[in-house]
């Protein structure tokens, strides 16, 4: 699938809404972009909601995705030890 990029406003737009559909997306939707400077790819996906149980605080949350992306590397390499 190849599109043009086209300027809207200050901003850039693709229009790919056959592309968007095929995962699921629909208006409204909240996504997850990453983007590899390295091989000039960027990945959308689909975000996914989480419900907390009502004991785990969102401030919980907050930091635990900090350490996370902090230490991701490292986390990987533990996990095939």
């Known amino acids: 699938m190849e599109r043009k990029v086209m300027r809207y406003g200050n901003s850039f737009r693709i229009k790919m809404t056959d592309a968007l559909k095929q995962i699921g997306l629909e208006q ?6 990453d983007v590899n400077q390295a091989s000039g790819e960027i990945v959308i996906k689909k975000a996914t909601k989480v419900t907390l149980p009502q004991n785990i605080s969102t401030d919980f949350l907050d930091n635990l995705t900090e350490v996370i992306s902090e230490y991701d590397e490292t986390l990987k390499c533990m996990k095939d030890r």
């Not at 409204?28 to 972009?33: A, K, L, N, Y």
């Open 28 to 33: 409204g939707d909240t996504v997850q972009m």
